[in-house]
Each structure stands twice: as C-alpha cells, then as structure tokens.
C-alpha cells in the first residue's frame, strides 16, 4: 500500500564549470518535471528517493548521496492515486524535496518516461510545469551558488 507522501529528487550534474539539471517528459501527462513518487507502507522517505531513482532511471544510490532540501509543498490526493486513498477526510498529502549529485550518466528511463534532458537552471525553469518544482530547483541552484560560486 502507498504511504500518505510523495517525494521530489533533482538530479544535477558539473560539466564544464556549469550545473545542469536532469529534467523527465512524461509519458501519461505532456509535461517536464523531476523524478517524483509516493512512498510504500513501511518504507522511510530516503528509501523512496532511492527507490525512485532506481526504478525511474536505473541509477543506484545511497542514503550518503541525498541532500534533503526545505522546500516542501502538498498535492491533492485526488491528483496522486485518483481517489481518497487514506481516508475521506485526507484532503492532500506533503511532497518533501531532495537533491542527488550524480556521476553515472548512464540513465536508463522507465515506461514512466518519454524522454529526459540535462539542461541549465534558465531552461529547467522555462519548461517545468509546477511551482514545486520550480521551488525546489531555486532552492537547489542557490545553495549550488552560495557554496560553489557557480
């Protein structure tokens, strides 16, 4: 059974000085977003962010790899599981955002997925659809920059 979250997770990448940033088309909806999806019963929201990202993408990680971001926002339920999965009066359900560094580039998409591109900050926000994502991105990009002088 679903647990009552979702979670967000950027993945981002150096090249060349630059940070780029993995964005995925989706199959069933016509929209760019990052890897995104609900946890299981029992299982903590790090697992999920691993999880996700292997099944979405083929990559492995560790819990030493996730940098948990602030940003944090809620979805209607009706929009996750088309239902009132958790009962009738569980109206939305939190979406807790994060952030993978990768260096295997070797992604292999999931049938969720149409196609992904590595893109720059100006294009990820150009194309995403969201404000969760565009959120978590700002966030993300700003500490980037803080930390690094990117």
Do not use: C
């Not at 993978?100 to 049938?111: A, E, H, P, R, T």
């Amino acid at each position: 059974m679903r647990a009552p979250y979702q979670t967000l997770t950027i993945l981002y990448k150096e090249e060349h000085d630059k940070i780029f940033y993995a964005i995925f088309y989706r199959i069933t909806h016509p929209i760019w977003q990052f890897i995104s999806g609900g946890g299981e019963e029992g299982e903590s929201i790090f697992e999920t962010v691993i999880r996700e990202i292997s099944e979405e993408t083929s990559i492995k990680i560790d819990k030493k790899q996730i940098l948990k971001l602030d940003s944090k926002s809620s979805i209607p339920v009706v929009n996750i599981t088309g239902d009132y999965t958790w009962g009738k009066d569980v109206y939305v359900v939190p979406e807790y955002t994060f952030a993978v560094y990768v260096k295997d580039l070797n992604i292999k998409l999931s049938n969720e997925h149409k196609e992904f591109k590595w893109v720059t900050y100006k294009e990820a926000m150009e194309k995403l659809k969201y404000d969760s994502n565009k959120t978590a991105l700002w966030e993300l990009n700003e500490r980037l920059r803080r930390n690094n002088n990117f």
